[in-house]
């Protein structure tokens, strides 16, 4: 199988999300393909505000990561121009995926972080077979530190407010780190 969405085809850094924006264009995706500087902005007019959340969301984290052991924040001064610039464009090392995560241990060997946007999206993958044992921290974020997986709320300010993104980015260092969880 082969993952669809955007971004970098070689990212350590992946987010899924069960829907692709409602585009002709992206209708069909067959392969991960990388924007371009634009499209994150021609996305979201078209789609609407939501899509400007997920990309809004996604740079915040990327900014919100131990700037030691994460290296977005040294690509650009910040988040919004990590999002206009560099966020899901090639050698970003960031991709956001519509299809199941793929757990290939050699890149796992990379350190690669997947993060399944949503609960009810995690649970639907689990329901169609994603080879995942995750631990529920609490009602909203669950982990599988064997395959650096983890689930947060939808990427939506609401959902991952800065208090949620903050709680991310700490369980992210954690599982970088290759620590365990009780």
């Given amino acids: 199988m082969q993952q669809t969405g955007f971004g970098d085809n070689k990212a350590q850094f992946c987010v899924y999300l069960a829907n692709k924006p409602a585009m002709p ?11 371009a500087p634009g499209d994150i902005d021609r996305i979201y007019r078209h789609c609407g505000n939501g899509w400007r959340k997920i990309f809004n969301v996604y740079a915040k984290l990327l900014f919100a990561l131990d700037k030691h052991q994460f290296s977005y924040a040294q690509h650009a001064s910040s988040w919004q121009e990590f999002r206009d610039n560099l966020l899901l464009q090639k050698h970003s090392n960031t991709a956001l995926l519509f299809s199941p995560p793929l757990f290939d241990l050699a890149l796992q060997q990379h350190n690669t972080i997947h993060i399944i946007a949503g609960r009810t999206y995690a649970k639907q993958l689990l329901a169609e077979g994603l080879q995942a044992e995750l631990q529920w921290l609490n009602e909203e974020f669950a982990i599988d530190p064997n395959r650096k997986l983890l689930v947060t709320p939808f990427f939506d300010y609401r959902q ?23």
Avoid: C, H, P, R
């Avoid at 209708?27 to 990388?34: G, I, T, Y």
């Fill in 25 to 35: 264009e992206y209708q069909q995706l067959d392969s991960v393909m990388a924007l």
């Fill in 160 to 182: 991952l407010n800065n208090e949620k993104i903050g709680y991310t980015a700490a369980l992210l260092l954690l599982l970088k780190q290759g620590k365990t969880f009780a």
